[in-house]
């Protein structure tokens, strides 16, 4: 495993969402002044051609040249007034070869000059603006064209000039309290994203605190808190169910370590000391021949717990097969519970078959003897929970998409903490630990075999008053 020092998430993503928010704040920043320059820039353009308009208008009511008046800077700034032009005046009237019949200024700026180089670009009929390029890095100039109409052709053009205004150099006029703010409200977007950060990264280390204390033994986990966040409440809910599975299953390791050395001592104890006691010819006769029987029965005993160990390893494994085929369902049930009932020894347990629910002459595709070996195992523990004189229903129930077989006892139940263990392999409830010899592997074992026919094994209900489980199968109807 790598020696290198590992930096927290923490720092990581903090810098890289500073990171993320500066280029964005840069990028929409540049995005935004490139938006506000071209908008200012066509305003200006606009207010300029509406000006040549105006002037274009007045000279075709004059003649094709504006009227003689006292001032004419005056007249002009009136009219460039109503525009929010500013700056000062800028007037050429062509006529329709381009030359100049009227000027204001008399000494206009030398950027003017190239109107008489460019009258191919003026001289277009249309309304247009150009840009006069300006020297020894001046603002240029933009010039807006409008034709000078009469009735029936163009008598000239009227031309207005003014600088070309950089609306961004207000923006860069006070830079140093710009540069400021923007610092400011980078830090404070920071400190914002550390803040987030450090929330989320509380609810990940007390998960990674979580996960080093199950792994030293400690299942008992507590949050400092419940988040509200629902990724963050899975992640803690998720590691505090995962540890509680943890410490049940522990319990049951230990329960599985006392119970199977529990069940394998007493059989071999009983074989030793009924061996010796032959051996020693403490016992002769038909008395040392039922020492013997009874030292195959603990022998028979042992090797059905081997059995079991095997079969349930080779089931948890995945190794369970499956032979379907068509039966009908309540001769099949029926069948299985006429030999469960001669197989009782003259016990005094009514097992009583229901079909209220079930189809007319049902047919289903499934495995019999598996199907057996769930049935037994259901009537053996609801044998195991009777008393004399108890009964046992075995209700079938049909659906257009499932069969249920409920197995239902007048037993004791089983307690309401332990209903969550019992399948749950090796769990012996506590009243079968003192009345029925076994390693808790009945249930799970059949769990797994309703789980590979394509169905499951649930426990329905319990109380005082009986227990009832629900094998459920696929209704995969046969003809």
């Known amino acids: 495993m790598s020696k290198q020092e590992r930096k927290s998430i923490l720092y990581y993503w903090s810098i890289r969402y500073f990171v993320i928010l500066f280029i964005s704040i840069m990028a929409l920043g540049l995005l935004a002044m490139y938006a506000f320059y071209q908008a200012s820039l066509n305003s200006q353009r606009h207010r300029l051609e509406s000006m040549s308009g105006d002037l274009a208008a007045i000279a075709a009511d004059n003649g094709g040249k504006l009227p003689d008046v006292p001032s004419m800077a005056r007249f002009l700034e009136d009219i460039a007034a109503s525009y929010d032009l500013t700056d000062r005046p800028i007037m050429f009237i062509l006529d329709q070869d381009g030359n100049i019949v009227q000027q204001f200024p008399e000494n206009p700026p030398e950027e003017t000059q190239q109107v008489s180089r460019r009258l191919s670009e003026i001289t277009t009929k249309v309304p247009h603006t150009i840009k006069l390029k300006s020297s020894e890095d001046k603002e240029p100039y933009l010039a807006s064209i409008h034709p000078i109409r009469t009735e029936d052709s163009v008598a000239g053009y009227a031309l ?3 600088i070309e205004h950089n609306a961004l150099d207000g923006m860069f006029a006070f830079r140093y309290p710009r540069w400021i703010l923007l610092s400011s409200f980078l830090l404070i977007g920071w400190c914002i994203v550390y803040m987030m950060m450090r929330r989320l990264i509380r609810s990940i280390q007390e998960a990674a605190g979580a996960a080093q204390q199950i792994v ?8 400092e808190k419940s988040y509200k966040e629902k990724e963050l409440y899975e992640l803690t809910h998720s590691f505090k169910t995962m540890a509680d599975r943890l410490s049940r299953l522990e319990a049951l390791r230990t329960q599985l370590l006392a119970g199977v050395t529990h069940e394998f001592k007493t059989p071999v104890t009983s074989i030793s000391g009924l061996i010796q006691a032959v051996r020693k010819k403490v016992v002769r006769g038909k008395e040392a021949e039922l020492f013997l029987d009874h030292c195959l029965n603990e022998c028979n005993r042992l090797q059905k717990m081997v059995e079991d160990l095997l079969d349930f390893n080779s089931f948890a494994s995945g190794s369970i097969n499956v032979n379907n085929e068509i039966v009908h369902l309540e001769t099949v049930v029926a069948a299985i519970l006429s030999r469960w009932r001669y197989g009782q020894d003259g016990a005094t347990i009514e097992v009583v078959m229901e079909t209220t629910g079930l189809e007319a002459n049902l047919h289903v595709s499934t495995d019999p003897s598996r199907l057996e070996q769930i049935l037994i195992n259901l009537l ?25 077989i409920r197995v239902r006892d007048t037993g004791c139940g089983i307690p309401a903490e332990e209903q969550i263990d019992v399948f749950e392999p090796f769990f012996r409830g506590s009243g079968k630990k003192t009345r029925v010899h076994g390693l808790g592997l009945g249930l799970p074992f059949t769990r797994m075999i309703a789980h590979s026919m394509g169905g499951d094994l649930q426990l329905t209900e319990s109380s005082p008053s009986g227990t009832t489980f629900t094998l459920v199968i696929p209704a995969s109807h046969g003809s």
Do not use: K, M, T
């Open 216 to 223: 030293a033994g400690d299942y008992q986990i507590q949050f």
């Open 160 to 162: 207005y000039a003014a």
């Open 380 to 404: 053996n523990n609801a044998r195991d929970a009777l008393a004399e004189g108890g009964l046992i229903v075995v209700q079938l129930i049909s659906d257009p998409l499932h069969c249920r």
